[in-house]
């Protein structure tokens, strides 16, 4: 039972290159997010998504795009990355329903230089 | 405008004594509140919640106090371990407009446990 897997683990980019990060989930769980985490900041909640086929934007969603196909998996894409987008990114799964905690992946470090 | 604040960044306790991390709101729809555990390289674990209906909550060596009227929980972790050394985040939850429970999480506590 692997729970929450993020792909890859590290990343350097060039301004302006795109890339997506992979988030995969064997929980069956309904919800899952998008975080990055930024020195001196708490977790900032990117995207997020309530079911299979549906997102919706968090608190910092400008640069980002995301996808769910599938129930199991969580794409965030940086269609144009700029040195404001280094950051380490977090995709985390939960049940649907009322005060359900979330699980993280343990993080995607990326660098934009 | 940080809703959850975390006010000490780092916090140092000799092992077997108690660790005590605060955390301060100012969100008064919150009505549920989580504490993290994170280790290094490592994304963060659920470690313990509570109700905005309850003012305590205990599991094991962890308990978590909530003063509503105060805005102000707290994670007490008694007797405390060299593997509690991790950074501790403090996180609330409220409903949005679009009925989803949002979650805001703090900025995190930096917990050393000294053998």
């Known amino acids: 039972n692997a729970g929450v897997t993020q792909t890859p683990k590290f990343r350097v980019l060039k301004t302006g290159q795109s890339m997506t990060l992979l988030c995969a989930q064997d929980m069956n769980h309904e919800y899952m997010y998008w975080y990055r985490q930024d020195p001196g900041m708490g977790l900032r909640l990117i995207h997020y998504s309530v079911g299979e086929g549906t997102t919706a934007k968090g608190e910092v969603p400008d640069g980002y795009n995301v996808s769910r196909l599938k129930k199991q998996n969580f794409l965030l894409g940086l269609e144009s990355a700029a040195p404001s987008q280094t950051s380490v990114y977090f995709c985390?799964?939960?049940?649907?329903?009322?005060?359900?905690?979330?699980?993280f992946g343990d993080g995607t470090r990326l660098s934009i230089l | 405008d940080q809703q959850v604040k975390q006010n000490s960044p780092s916090l140092s306790v000799q092992e077997g004594r108690i660790s005590i991390l605060n955390c301060d709101y100012t969100n008064s729809m919150f009505d549920y509140f989580l504490w993290y555990k994170k280790y290094p390289a490592e994304g963060p674990t659920f470690l313990i919640s509570?109700?905005?209906?309850?003012d305590k909550n205990e599991d094991g060596r962890f308990t978590v106090f909530l003063n509503k009227s105060a805005k102000h929980l707290s994670l007490h972790i008694v007797p405390s371990q060299p593997g509690d050394s991790a950074v501790y985040f403090c996180a609330a939850k409220g409903w949005n407009s679009g009925g989803y429970q949002k979650v805001t999480f703090g900025i995190g506590t930096k917990l050393q446990v000294i053998p």
């Open positions: 985390a799964s939960s049940y649907g329903g009322d005060n359900q905690p979330q699980h």
């Open positions: 509570i109700s905005s209906i309850k």
